[in-house]
């Protein structure tokens, strides 16, 4: 039993402290600066790298709902799947090819305009606040785009 006990505490302390890999440098040096994320619901901005380690860990972006990621050479969004609360994603003036948000993520604002997109998949908040998106995709090379309904469950 004291084993088990025991792996499972390590467990909940592993996945707590869980780093997330961004492999775009640009991108994790957008999210470390000041005034980038911000809480809908309390109304108050969020300071992402909470204990000031240098990292992101997966329990440092639970309450983030908005995130302003502008003018920052940013190529590759992998890791944006982590913000499970994001709702507006403002992206603009970075050199972005594609966009995929999971399923898991509703947006009801999206600006990702003034980037290098052939593709976008996302997904949107249709639980009768927002029946659809703001979205802002001008000034791109778009060839395929999909907007769909995500979860409502929140």
Not at 102 to 124: E, F, K, M, R
Request: with cysteine.
């Amino acid at each position: 039993k004291n084993s088990y006990a025991t792996l499972l505490i390590l467990f909940s302390v592993i996945s707590y402290g869980q780093i997330i890999n961004f492999p775009d440098p640009n991108f994790k040096a957008k999210l470390l600066q000041p005034g980038v994320a911000y809480d809908f619901m309390t109304e108050t901005g969020v300071t992402i790298d909470a204990n000031n380690d240098g990292d992101i860990e997966v329990s440092e972006l639970q309450s983030v709902t908005n995130l302003y990621i502008s003018n920052a050479n940013i190529t590759d969004l992998t890791g944006i799947s982590y913000f499970t609360n994001l709702k507006v994603l403002i992206c603009s003036h970075n050199a972005l090819q594609n966009i995929v948000i999971d399923a898991a993520i509703t947006l009801v604002q999206l600006d990702a305009s003034y980037n290098q997109l052939t593709a976008l998949d996302v997904h949107y908040d249709h639980s009768g606040e927002y029946d659809y998106p703001t979205v802002n995709l001008s000034y791109n090379n778009l060839t395929t785009f999909a907007i769909a309904p995500g979860q409502t469950d929140y």
